[in-house]
């Protein structure tokens, strides 16, 4: 279909879709900022609308149970079987999964999807490197050992538990190779085509894409999830969130996603309309540059700063309901998580520890965004200091401005945020507990902070194959980062979205790729 003839039809649906102030009963409307999507390609989309799109596109061999996200399960592998040397997993292959194109699932499918990530090396790439893949070896990990078998091998410390975490993520979703290569230009393995089409499994593929307008995905009835329930998503670009607020008000969209708090007071008791606070798993922290200062080195400081971030009245005063407190470095909903929070908002008990300690008149500057809700906490963060003797400089500034500045161990204290890569406990102990010293830019090494026994037990629960133990690992080094680091952690952010109240099944996990739609109804 040429490109006039695509955005005609285009402009037809999005017309029907806001006609009357109902959207067709079998097209679900949603309203949000497509701005930000680069590649719907699974080895380069990192972005928030491309990860949120893979589920609906792509399938793995194994993934979460959107109801029970800890829980993996067969998906495009049937079943699988880790190899007595615990360096390799044998996958079977379901018999009947068909991409949307109608090819048949090969091992050869699998083979090549993971390959290009390693060889195409685009941002995600990291999380399958891992397991020591490299452009050189990665033909050699990857075999096919059956009609429908195949074996993935690695060279990594790491056990198959962590493996098969790292195969249920996005960037491992399995490719139609022969509708991709139909489409490769000078050796991209189809990348440049797959940047704006779909060659997956999955219950919907990409009808049209238009840049910063809408995302238009059809049913692919032969998915081997089952058809979807409804037979067109419709994803038009709405920058504002106010606007969002008021298309699901009005009844013109049926799901607005990334509002803010202001938009879902304005829909509280509204008809028709069901607003939603989804736990999601981003977390905002202080983070102090250990070699900034000696106050900042101080392990006293750190315990102090505890008593004087207002984790409470940030949460529930200032942010109306976008976050809850939450403490520890894994997210609520992951596995080994600690919901402890032992800390609470006292300026006097700080005070004491200060003076034990002998700091006195204790100052810093704080690095932050200039956008919501950064400089928001910031500046809360400054008047809850001070009650406790302790003076806070906000400086903020541009983000990409800011986060330069932190990875460059150029500043002294930063109000930041991290999301998970990945759908394991690792993605955060790494970040958090783990400084290598090897040119690596964990949060660890941005605050010049090394603890080698931290560092030990994060590689070991990697290699740990039991879930019970690794729970255990985790948990410990909770407790250590609680009480023990640089890091004052202190809120989880919520996705504020709002539904029409006609719809059901509409699934949204914590992680950004876990939206789901292929069981919606209205």
Same mark, same amino acid.
């Not at 759908?423 to 830019?441: E, H, K, L, V, W």
């Given at each position: 279909m040429k490109l006039r003839h695509c955005c005609a039809a285009l402009a037809s649906l999005m017309i029907?879709?806001?006609?009357?102030?109902?959207?067709? *009963?079998?097209?679900?409307?949603?309203?949000?900022?497509?701005?930000?999507?680069?590649?719907?390609?699974?080895?380069?989309?990192?972005?928030?609308?491309?990860?949120?799109?893979?589920?609906?596109?792509?399938?793995?061999?194994l993934q979460s149970n959107p109801q029970d996200p800890v829980t993996l399960q067969p998906t495009l592998a049937s079943a699988w079987q880790a190899g007595s040397d615990n360096r390799s997993l044998t996958f079977t292959?379901?018999?009947?999964?068909?991409? *949307?194109?109608?090819?048949?699932?090969?091992?050869?499918?699998?083979?090549?999807?993971?390959?290009?990530?390693?060889?195409?090396?685009?941002?995600?790439?990291?999380?399958?490197?891992?397991?020591?893949?490299?452009?050189?070896?990665?033909?050699?990990?990857?075999?096919?050992?059956?009609?429908?078998?195949?074996?993935?091998?690695?060279?990594?410390?790491?056990?198959?538990t962590y493996v098969l975490s790292l195969l249920s993520a996005p960037v491992s979703s399995i490719i139609d190779a022969k509708l991709a290569l139909a489409h490769e230009k000078d050796g991209d393995f189809g990348h440049d085509?797959?940047?704006?089409?779909?060659?997956?499994?999955?219950?919907?593929?990409?009808?049209?894409?238009v840049p910063h307008e809408a995302l238009v995905l059809q049913a692919n009835p032969g998915s081997p999830e089952g058809a979807p329930k409804l037979a067109t998503l419709l994803i038009k670009n709405v920058p504002d969130p106010a606007a969002r607020r008021l298309l699901v008000e009005q009844g013109d969209a049926d799901i607005a996603r990334n509002l803010g708090a202001d938009q879902i007071a304005a829909l509280q008791g509204k008809p028709g309309v069901k607003p939603l606070a989804v736990p999601m798993a981003s977390l905002y922290f202080l983070l102090f540059n250990t070699q900034a200062s000696p106050a900042l080195k101080n392990p006293a400081f750190w315990e102090a700063a505890r008593y004087l971030f207002d984790y409470q009245g940030i949460a529930d005063d200032l942010l109306k309901g976008q976050f809850q407190v939450h403490q520890t470095f894994l997210p609520e909903g992951y596995l080994g998580a600690s919901s402890e929070r032992p800390y609470r908002f006292d300026p006097e008990k700080a005070k004491q520890i200060l003076a034990k300690a002998g700091l006195t008149n204790v100052a810093f500057t704080l690095a932050v965004s200039n956008q919501p809700p950064y400089l928001d906490i910031a500046q809360a963060l400054q008047g809850s200091f001070a009650k406790g003797g302790v003076k806070v400089n906000v400086v903020p500034g541009l983000s990409a401005q800011v986060s330069t500045r932190?990875?460059?161990?150029?500043?002294?204290?930063?109000?930041?945020?991290?999301?998970?890569?990945?759908?394991?406990?690792?993605?955060?102990?790494?970040?958090?507990?783990?400084?290598?010293?090897?040119?690596?830019?964990?949060?660890?090494?941005r605050a010049n902070w090394v603890n080698p026994a931290l560092n030990k037990q994060v590689l070991a629960a990697t290699a740990e194959s039991s879930p019970q133990k690794r729970v255990a690992l985790y948990q410990h080094l909770q407790q250590e980062l609680l009480h023990h680091s640089p890091f004052v952690i202190g809120l989880q952010a919520r996705n504020l979205i709002a539904v029409r109240d006609n719809l059901k099944g509409y699934v949204q996990g914590i992680n950004p790729d876990m939206v789901f739609y292929s069981k919606v109804t209205k």
């Open positions: 029907t879709a806001g006609a009357q102030g109902a959207t067709p *009963a079998n097209t679900l409307v949603i309203a949000q900022s497509i701005d930000d999507a680069i590649s719907f390609d699974p080895a380069q989309g990192f972005e928030l609308t491309t990860v949120q799109s893979f589920n609906s596109l792509y399938q793995r061999l292959l379901r018999p009947d999964a068909k991409f *949307a194109s109608g090819n048949p699932l090969r091992p050869e499918d699998v083979i090549f999807s993971l390959s290009r990530v390693i060889k195409l090396n685009l941002e995600p790439s990291f999380i399958l490197t891992q397991l020591g893949w490299t452009s050189q070896n990665v033909d050699s990990m990857l075999s096919k050992t059956g009609d429908r078998q195949i074996t993935v091998r690695w060279t990594a410390e790491v056990s198959p085509w797959l940047n704006s089409h779909s060659a997956g499994s999955g219950p919907y593929q990409i009808r049209t894409y932190v990875k460059n161990h150029d500043f002294e204290a930063n109000l930041g945020s991290w999301g998970p890569d990945y759908f394991d406990p690792n993605t955060n102990a790494a970040a958090f507990a783990y400084n290598p010293q090897d040119g690596s830019s964990t949060l660890a090494a």
